[in-house]
């Protein structure tokens, strides 16, 4: 698949199963643990009503009707204020190292502006090597425990990034 006609929009509700695969999907493709992540995550099944919360979005990137994926901006409870949380940031293996991940995260920065935050923070995994790259390319930097409460204890890759 060549990917030319891929767009980028916001998530509907007849998004989430795909969604949710996709993330299960990643987080198994890298053996990282199940439980306290996504995967176990019940909001993951649920993603368009969860991307309902105010001062949150998600972009999903389709081509000719397939979810390739898909990246959010959450106001995770307990986060320091002006702070978001770059979140479910997961592409379908095949939609990997063709710009689409770099460009879902671009649309993510641009609307973290505009709902108000000044700094973003991700949680990831250091089995998922490629993400983490991109992310230390795009500014985050490396913090020594997690901020927040994002549910997701099992993560060991915490990042934060300015605005």
Known sequence: MLYLSVIYRTIRKEDNERLAAIIRAGISEFDVPKEGTAFTDPTTDDLYELFLTPRST??????????????????????????????????????????IGYTLMKKSFEA????????????????????????????????????????????????????
């Open 112 to 163: 973290a502006k505009a709902l108000g935050y000044e700094k973003l923070y991700i949680e990831s995994f250091p089995e998922m090597m490629r993400a983490v790259s991109m992310y230390e390319k795009a500014g985050f930097r490396y913090l020594d425990a997690a901020l927040g409460n994002s549910g997701h204890y099992a993560c060991n890759v915490w990042m934060l990034k300015d605005l």
């Open 58 to 99: 998600y972009w999903v990137a389709e081509e000719d009707g397939i979810i390739l994926g898909g990246c959010g901006i959450f106001p995770t409870p307990g986060l320091p204020p002006g702070c978001g949380e770059l979140v479910r940031f997961f592409l379908a293996a095949e939609a990997r190292g063709k710009g």
